[in-house]
């Protein structure tokens, strides 16, 4: 049985945290969208970044803003207690694109993302 609307509403919220945080260049939103447990799995240019989300975090604050950062965020699916985001990026640090999927659980009625995996364009990738 597909999920109402509002309850569509409730986790595209809760995936602006994550947006917000990488637009303003601010941890501090997607800290409280992130469980402390949340994992982090993806290739920044070209290395294996995967563990604790800590990393996103020190990421986004040390990349900062900027001006022409644009995303759009997919509500994939929603079972339950269970919501698959997919968050797409444009200019993130002013030249890397980026497809996220964010896994959210509902607990204690709250959406909380528990794990985040991502992709980096292949055409954004600098060679270090």
Same mark, same amino acid.
């Given at each position: 049985?597909?999920?109402?609307?509002?309850?569509?509403?409730?986790?595209?919220?809760?995936?602006?945290?994550?947006?917000?945080?990488?637009?303003?260049?601010?941890?501090?939103?997607?800290?409280?969208?992130?469980?402390?447990?949340?994992?982090?799995?993806?290739?920044?240019?070209?290395?294996?970044?995967?563990?604790?989300?800590?990393?996103?975090?020190?990421?986004?604050?040390?990349? +900062?803003?900027?001006? #022409? !950062?644009?995303?759009?965020?997919?509500? *994939?699916?929603?079972?339950?207690?269970?919501?698959? &985001?997919?968050?797409?990026?444009?200019?993130? +640090?002013?030249?890397? #694109? !980026?497809?996220?999927?964010?896994?959210? *659980?509902?607990?204690?009625?709250?959406?909380?993302? &528990?794990?985040?995996?991502?992709?980096?364009?292949?055409?954004?990738?600098?060679?270090?």
């Amino acid at each position: 049985m597909r999920a109402d609307i509002e309850e569509y509403k409730a986790v595209e919220n809760a995936a602006m945290k994550f947006v917000k945080s990488v637009a303003e260049g601010n941890s501090s939103y997607a800290k409280s969208l992130f469980t402390d447990e949340a994992v982090l799995f993806g290739y920044l240019n070209g290395h294996l970044e995967h563990g604790n989300i800590e990393q996103f975090y020190q990421n986004v604050d040390t990349v +900062g803003p900027d001006p #022409n !950062f644009k995303a759009r965020i997919d509500v *994939m699916d929603i079972e339950e207690t269970l919501a698959v &985001v997919r968050v797409l990026e444009e200019n993130w +640090g002013g030249h890397i #694109n !980026f497809t996220d999927y964010l896994l959210l *659980m509902k607990m204690n009625g709250e959406w909380k993302c &528990v794990a985040k995996a991502y992709n980096q364009n292949s055409n954004t990738i600098q060679k270090s």
